[in-house]
């Protein structure tokens, strides 16, 4: 798989460890590899970014719409069953935060605050890390 950077034409190889799961704005990759969410900024830097605790699986990885942070799912095993989670974090580095008890339970607004499934409801997180709780009647789905 091949990386384009349409402002400057240059052609990345990715290696074949990396499962493409979204791409910003600005052209960066999200690239999740077991444990690890890699973000392939354009003109070949990479950003690591790794989940607290023992995950063994990951997947469907989402850049914000601003580019600056991404959202993605886990999940552990665990003898005869498993636990999801979501997790976010800052596409430029650092450790991923565990937002949600479900894995997929976050979702973010264009203007960067997400929504976020909990096993005490929902939760709107501002970008100053301020939080809204939301009542809703139970086993109601937002949309």
């Known amino acids: 798989m091949w990386s384009l950077d349409p402002s400057s034409g240059?052609?990345?190889r990715l290696d074949a460890s990396c499962q493409l799961q979204d791409v910003a704005s600005d052209g960066s990759l999200?690239?999740?590899q077991g444990q690890t969410l890699t973000v392939r900024?354009?003109?070949g830097g990479t950003t690591t970014l790794v989940f607290p605790?023992?995950?063994d699986q990951s997947g469907a990885g989402h850049f914000s719409a601003d580019g600056r942070q991404v959202v993605v799912s886990a999940v552990s095993f665990q003898s005869s069953s498993s636990v999801g989670a979501t997790f976010v974090g800052k596409a430029?580095?650092?450790s991923?935060?565990?937002v949600a008890d479900a894995a997929f339970g976050v979702y973010f607004f264009p203007d960067g605050r997400f929504l976020a499934q909990?096993?005490?409801g929902w939760v709107v997180e501002n970008q100053n890390g301020t939080k809204l709780a939301l009542s809703l009647p139970g086993g109601d789905t937002v949309v």
Do not use: F, K, Q
């Open 10 to 12: 240059v052609l990345v």
């Open 30 to 32: 999200l690239c999740i």
């Open 41 to 43: 900024h354009p003109g």
């Open 53 to 55: 605790g023992s995950w």
């Open 92 to 94: 430029t580095g650092g």
């Open 96 to 98: 991923m935060e565990r």
């Open 118 to 120: 909990t096993s005490a």
